[in-house]
């Protein structure tokens, strides 16, 4: 007789992960539907007058940034990860991490510095008048910083290491086996690059792009001090300034249109083409030597972005620090503020990779349309602002603690206040919902990794799905892992809109702190806070670096 | 169908989306029984495995697993609780596990000394023992596959199931690992279960091979059995190259060009078949052929034979000799037909 085992629903109905990924997602995309569903509320004169107005130029304006800093990150990205892990030129094993440290630079700091450094009053219009004799600045033409050309100039500076750190690593796993196929079936190394690498690694490199993107699109500091006109700023000044919520949230939901946008392009570009890499076999990687001009051509090109995203910048802020004096700059209130800054991006960092693996997990496991639909929902919230998460986020959480306040008054008589409204469990809440997508892509595209075979060899071994995800996959994608928490942390600790606005009474960031000196013109003041964002920024693109050019798969670690 | 063996599958019938990958599928394997799952790729044939390992829930059908039901009758089991060993095409080794780590990936249950004590008996079996330390990307081919035998044979498996294990070795090395393979799954007295597209290597490892063809068995039986006794034209010819005559039937007969064979009755067209190995070189009688060309290919030569028939269109057929002394080409022979080769099957 046969012994009848649990009637498991087996593959028919994955409960667990099923719900799990649900509430999540739900969770996740609370306040993104929020902020849609005020696209049915009806607003009066006030949208229709924005439309005749400003609308067009806020679309325009979007759609040349986006053009612009796609193009450009996609380059700077895609040909520094190439010179750095396939060829051989002066410097270049140093290059490798250098290109990260723009990783560690807010854009809205980056402008802060290039205008102090490029305006008229600034060290280099100073020194051109001085030279060439000018009085005025009626005497000569110079480029205006503070420009749409600008705003895209900065962007790509910050942004292009989102493409650099994706592309890099993808073709770092890419199995050498391939390439040399490729070079032994004819192809130059230009060829076999373009041929083969490339295509390879498009997932990963469309998926650094619409990060890139993603953020440009969020970006408020910029192109409000700018003051180049875009969604962000316009929800900014509606909400702030006019004191409509729903017409900012209206903006918001016409931006969301162009991430969702965004996201299907990049999802498409992916395909099915869920490629596994035909060997399991890694070698060290033969680096194609660039001897002469061509390695100071390289040289010149990996060189600039770390120049202009970071060493300029940089040094800018230092001597703003050290000109307004070291003791006013790091005294007071400073150690408090990157205490807030260091713990809010660390927790937000981890709870954004666990809700991620889990999502991801759940999607490889059972990829069901409602598991796939949930996923995707919940990668949207990076496409909403951070002022417009915090309007999604406010309003049930006011409703929630006025109700749980009321329910304790009718107990005990009295009133606990708001218990969630202000906190920073509100905060990290929000930006879950909004940096969900930088560790969810990192996540899914590094599950890859994990080849079918491989998890089926660990459940017949005797793993269930979580033990297998403990012992097999957890462990291979453990570098993916501290990029997709860096990813994250870098994000929140640059985070301005959303932290400005939901912060606990009283609670200073660094980054709330460098906005409002640089917004009342003390841009030498707002040096200090700056210069310990990118500090502490950058410690972790340090410890990535190291991390990342360590952990390759079937090396001991 | 329930039975104290080690599987039995019974009318396994699976979809992908429309598809019908596996057909009404049924066979057992008895205690220490090998069976190879032979067919064409596509043919259904690693589905089936997946099924029997639980890997994938079978649309239809059940299956037991050492008289337990593990899928059908709204039952499946997870593959991590059927005690079954999986033995991957790419070997699958975890590459974050040295080669130690990956055979006690399994065993994790036992304590850490009984575990190490199991995992280097297990690889002392397949000779990996002094590679315990190694790291999966530092071993070859072969080596990559004798850990990953170990790895899953170490929780004592009551089911191996075997996918194309050997088809990623070159061709001296996959004859040395598969005579190797097949003494370990033999000592070890375990069931097993190979999936293989190679006919040679199904009669090398297999007790009995089931032919599959459209997610269908067309034939199950043992080797000799199979070569020699072939249901239909598909599995004589998987076997090996055979000599194809599509022949006209008159009063019962088959005609072709070397001659007449019977046929069942009310066929009016018949498919015969002869192996290369059933022609051979007459003395005095028998149908008359000229030779096109003959190479020896080792221990067989080849010989390229045209045969004409005064009513039929000439024929071009091969024929293996054992003997070394070759033909000279434009000679011409008497052939002498070996009837166990010959199948001869009526075309409906």
């Known amino acids: 007789m046969p012994t009848y085992p649990h009637k498991t629903n087996g593959f028919k109905a994955p409960l667990p992960w099923l719900a799990a990924v649900v509430v999540l997602a739900a969770l996740v995309a609370l306040p993104v539907l929020v902020v849609a569903g005020n696209l049915l509320v009806p607003s009066g004169g006030i949208w229709g007058h924005l439309a005749a107005t400003v609308l067009g130029s806020y679309i325009g304006n979007s759609i040349i940034l986006m053009v612009c800093v796609g193009a450009g990150v996609a380059l700077g990205g895609v040909g520094t990860a190439w010179l750095v892990t396939m060829c051989r030129f002066p410097f270049s094993r140093w290059l490798e991490w250098a290109l990260l440290l723009p990783m560690a630079m807010p854009a809205y700091v980056v402008a802060y510095t290039y205008t102090g450094l490029l305006d008229y009053a600034g060290p280099v219009q100073g020194a051109l008048r001085a030279v060439m004799g000018w009085t005025s600045a009626r005497d000569y033409w110079f480029p205006e910083i503070r420009s749409l050309g600008g705003a895209v100039t900065v962007m790509v500076m910050v942004l292009y290491p989102y493409v650099y750190i994706l592309a890099r690593a993808a073709f770092l796993e890419q199995s050498v086996c391939v390439l040399e196929a490729s070079r032994t079936l004819g192809r130059g190394p230009w060829r076999a690059f373009s041929q083969v690498a490339l295509p390879l690694a498009r997932p990963a490199v469309m998926a650094g792009i619409a990060l890139a993107l993603m953020e440009t699109l969020n970006d408020f500091g910029t192109v409000h001090y700018f003051a180049v006109d875009t969604f962000t700023t316009g929800i900014y000044r509606t909400w702030l300034g006019m004191g409509q919520p729903a017409v900012a949230a209206q903006l918001g939901a016409v931006l969301m249109i162009f991430v969702a946008a965004l996201i299907a392009l990049e999802r498409w570009s992916r395909g099915g083409a869920k490629s596994h890499h035909t060997t399991s076999r890694y070698r060290r990687l033969p680096r194609i030597p660039l001897p002469g001009w061509r390695g100071g051509l390289a040289l010149a090109f990996s060189l600039l972005p770390v120049l202009l995203g970071f060493v300029i910048p940089a040094g800018m802020l230092t001597w703003w620090t050290f000109q307004v004096g070291l003791s006013a700059s790091f005294g007071g209130d400073f150690t408090r503020l990157a205490g807030n800054s260091l713990l809010l991006a660390l927790v937000a960092g981890l709870a954004a990779v666990a809700v991620a693996v889990v999502l991801a997990y759940a999607q490889r496991l059972h990829p069901r349309p409602l598991i796939r639909l949930a996923v995707r929902v919940a990668s949207l919230g990076y496409a909403v602002p951070g002022s417009v998460i915090a309007v999604g986020i406010m309003v049930p959480l006011v409703a929630l603690d006025r109700s749980i306040a009321r329910t304790v008054e009718g107990w005990t008589g009295a009133s606990p206040g708001l218990l969630l409204t202000g906190t920073i469990f509100a905060l990290v809440y929000a930006y879950l919902v909004r940096f969900l997508a930088v560790s969810a892509n990192t996540v899914e595209a590094s599950l890859g990794k994990v080849t079918p075979s491989l998890e089926a060899a660990a459940r017949t071994l005797g793993c269930g799905t979580v033990s297998a995800l403990r012992r097999v996959h957890l462990p291979i994608i453990k570098g993916s892992l501290l990029s997709a928490v860096l990813l994250v942390f870098v994000d929140v600790m640059k985070e301005l809109p959303a932290t400005l606005i939901m912060r606990p009474f009283n609670f200073d960031t660094l980054a709330t702190r460098t906005f409002t000196l640089a917004s009342d013109e003390r841009l030498a003041d707002a040096g200090a806070p700056a210069l310990a964002i990118v500090l502490v920024g950058l410690v972790p693109v340090l410890l990535l670096s190291r991390a990342i050019a360590k952990s390759r798969p079937g090396e001991p670690s | ?348």
Not at chain 2, 194 to 216: I, K
Not at chain 2, 301 to 307: A, N, Y
Request: net charge neutral.
């Open chain 2, 1 to 348: 169908m329930i039975s104290t063996t080690g599987l039995v599958m019974s009318n396994i019938t699976h979809h992908f989306g429309r598809t019908r990958v596996v057909d009404d599928v049924s066979l057992s394997i008895g205690p220490g029984e090998l069976l190879c799952l032979l067919g064409p790729s596509g043919c259904g044939k690693t589905t089936t495995l997946r099924i029997a390992a639980g890997l994938e829930s079978p649309s239809a059908g059940t299956v037991v697993l050492n008289s337990q039901l593990v899928s059908g009758d709204g039952v499946h089991l997870p593959p991590e609780r059927r005690h079954v060993g999986f033995l991957f095409q790419d070997y699958a080794l975890f590459p974050h596990l040295d080669v130690l780590g990956n055979v006690e990936f399994g065993i994790h249950t036992l304590s850490g000394a009984e575990r190490k004590t199991r995992a280097l008996e297990m690889l002392d079996q397949v000779g990996m023992k002094d590679y315990a330390q190694a790291w999966p990307h530092q071993l070859s081919g072969g080596q990559q596959q004798r850990v990953a035998l170990a790895r899953a044979l170490a929780p004592n498996p009551g089911l191996m199931l075997l996918d194309e294990p050997f088809s990623g070795l070159d061709k001296r090395l996959r004859d040395q690992v598969r005579d190797e393979t097949l003494h370990v799954l033999k000592r070890n007295r375990v069931s097993t279960l190979m999936v293989t597209h190679d006919p040679e290597e199904a009669m090398f490892m297999a007790d009995r091979v089931a032919v599959m063809r459209q997610g269908r068995i067309v034939q199950m039986d043992q080797p000799e059995a199979l070569y020699n006794r072939p249901a239909d034209p598909f599995v004589a010819s998987f076997f090996g190259e055979v000599n194809v005559f599509d022949a006209p039937v008159t009063n019962g007969m088959a005609n072709t060009p070397l001659g007449r064979f019977a046929v069942g009755v009310g066929a009016a067209k018949a498919q015969v078949l002869i192996r290369p190995e059933g022609i051979g070189i007459a003395d005095a009688d028998g149908p008359e052929a000229v030779v096109l060309a003959a190479r020896l290919l080792g221990r067989v030569s080849l010989i390229h034979l045209r045969v004409e028939h005064p009513s039929l269109p000439p024929a071009h057929l091969h024929a293996r000799l054992s003997s070394r002394a070759l033909p000279a080409e434009g000679e011409r022979l008497r052939l002498s037909i070996d009837h166990s080769q010959v199948f001869i099957f009526p075309a409906t």
